[in-house]
């Protein structure tokens, strides 16, 4: 925690977010006391609980929601419209991704109202390989949701290779 403390007073006169700069959630929060740079939490934040004492703690000015820390995107949605109602700001993403994640991050983030979509991830940006048809695409640093049924998207069977488990 000592270097977190050093790095982030180095960079106090700079207009920069701070984000989770240690690996538990006291020791970010004895860091984002003492310094008033906007401060990120991210891979701490993995339920409604620690959202609430993040909350009440005045922990961070942004979280990072991820789509698989909450188990899903219904619990993440339910994360999303807390931090809303919160006026905490998000970066919505997931751990990784390609098509797939990528096509339900901009799905979330497109339903999330404007003034709380501090950014979201194109996981499908980073990888090679594309597994989906229709996925959403970085454009100008931006993408949407595809207007389509569900993901919008439609997987490729021929990349993603035989179903690991078939439920008939």
Known sequence: MHDAMRVVKAVKDVDVYIEQPCLSYEECLSI??????PFILDEVIDSVDVLMKGNADLAMDVVNLK???FGGLTKVKQARDLCVSLGIA????DSWGGDIITAAIAHL????P????????DFNSYVS???ADGAPQRIDGKMSASTAPG?????KMNVL???VLEVS
């Open 129 to 131: 390989v594309s597994i």
């Open 151 to 155: 993901l919008g998207i439609t997987p």
């Open 109 to 112: 983030a497109q339903s999330t």
């Open 90 to 93: 998000m970066t919505l993403e």
């Open 161 to 163: 290779g035989k179903p």
């Open 67 to 69: 789509i698989s820390k």
């Open 32 to 37: 984002r006391r003492h310094t008033n740079n």
């Open 114 to 121: 404007p003034e709380f979509q501090f950014s979201a991830t």
